[in-house]
């Protein structure tokens, strides 16, 4: 899969432009006052703490693949799917089912693929639907729990942030007779809440967003193979079956596919 460079661009970005804030009104000393280790041991410790009372170590291990798939970039392309469709639907028509058994080696989508060998198996449409449906739902709460790590991260940052920022207050009202302890118990007051609520907001709650698109997206692309493989079982004609399948096109998509459909008209006369 090919790098979404959205992802790590808008967390460096987030960073950068903080760090820039921070150094134009405090300089080097400015910026090396947000350094604070303790502060960060209560954050991150609390919420390593956190996920590991709340999820199965099953779960825990799968978190780095999780947070892989935001920096993936989708590969699903409805239009190339589409011209797919149109070619099995005329070998189907030409040639029978069966024949596209042959043409199965050249299918890279695993979810595309079953469609189409149920379909030569003469599964009945109602259950061939059932069956790819229920891999659908599969996929959703498989996405859902991989996602939901990330969903609690975000929550439980800012929450350890405040639990660091009650631990600094209680030093500080305990030592207000030693002035030379105010200043690293109010550093703890803050900075806890500061690294929380910069976590959550800039990294696991927009990481959690990402997946929850991307899935909503794999989705739909999974509900047009449903659409495609029930209209080639049925024999639809191949020009029925793309202009059915186009109505899952938007309207810039769909120019550049009649644009391209042109072109290969002229060069098929030429």
């Known amino acids: 899969m090919k790098l ?22 405090g300089g080097v000393a400015g910026f090396i006052s947000f350094l604070h280790l303790p502060s960060m041991l209560i954050v991150f410790g609390g919420l390593a703490a956190g996920l590991l009372i709340s999820f199965p170590v099953k779960d825990i291990k799968h978190t780095f693949s999780v947070i892989k798939q935001a920096f993936r970039e989708d590969e699903n392309n409805l239009e190339e799917l589409i011209r797919r469709f149109v070619k099995l639907s005329e070998i189907a028509r ?20 079953k469609g189409v060998l149920l379909a030569v198996d003469g599964i009945e449409q109602e259950m061939l639907i059932d069956i790819m449906d229920a891999e659908i739902t599969a996929l959703e709460e498989r996405h859902r729990k991989g996602r939901s790590i ?8 800012p929450a350890w942030g405040m639990i660091g920022t009650l631990v600094g207050l209680v030093l500080m009202l ?7 302890t105010l200043g690293p118990n109010m550093a703890i007051a803050l900075l806890t809440t500061f690294y929380g609520s910069l976590m959550a907001n800039l990294v696991f709650l927009p990481m959690a967003a990402k997946l929850e698109l991307k899935t909503e997206k794999e989705v739909f692309f999974r509900q ?10 049925s024999g639809q004609n191949p020009k029925i079956l793309q202009e059915k399948l186009s109505a899952f096109l938007s309207s810039e998509e769909r120019r550049s596919q009649k644009e391209m459909d042109a072109n290969e008209r002229e060069a098929v006369e030429i």
């Open 150 to 157: 990330l969903e609690r991260a975000g929550e439980y940052a």
């Open 224 to 233: 047009v193979i449903i659409e495609g493989v029930v209209g080639v079982q």
């Open 174 to 180: 305990k030592n207000l007779n030693d002035p030379t």
């Open 94 to 113: 030409r040639e029978g089912l069966l024949a596209l058994e042959n043409g199965l080696g050249e299918i890279e989508d695993e979810f595309l693929k």
């Open 4 to 25: 979404d460079k959205l992802t790590p661009v808008g967390i460096v970005l987030g960073f950068v432009l903080l760090m820039f804030a921070i150094f134009s009104s």
